[in-house]
């Protein structure tokens, strides 16, 4: 098994970690050894499992996910975290920017109140 990489987000007002949800392919990424038990600061969903209630048992301050998954798009995300009235952070991870402000304008489209962003690794 792969040792297990932790993106670890400190709360600028309060140096506190971050509650982070990771949405994405949970089949594929268990199928690929990938550890997704999560732990008191992070938690893994499908897309398909992301609901109101989801979001009040985990509070996540950060939802982490691809920019394309093969369930979901960065799109069908924010358009659905705008629906649950979701109001902490949504950043989108990338190895590479194709046209940053391309995608955040089509989020904002979306999601006009939702804090969206992009990670480049």
Do not use: C
Not at 8 to 22: K, Y
Not at 25 to 31: E, F
Not at 38 to 45: E, F, I, L, Q
Not at 51 to 79: G, H, N, Q, T, Y
């Amino acid at each position: 098994m792969r040792a297990r990489k932790k993106i670890r987000v400190a709360n600028a007002s309060s140096g506190q970690e971050t509650r982070t949800l990771i949405v994405g392919d949970i089949q594929r990424w268990a199928s690929d050894g990938r550890d997704i038990a999560g732990d008191a600061d992070y938690s893994y969903t499908s897309f398909a499992s992301l609901s109101r209630e989801l979001l009040a048992d985990i509070a996540p301050d950060l939802v982490l996910s691809p920019l394309v998954s093969k369930d979901f798009d960065v799109i069908d995300l924010a358009r659905h975290l705008a629906d649950l009235d979701y109001t902490g952070s949504f950043r989108v991870i990338l190895d590479r920017i194709p046209d940053a402000a391309i995608i955040k304008a089509e989020v904002t489209l979306v999601a006009p109140h939702l804090d969206f962003d992009i990670y480049e690794l």
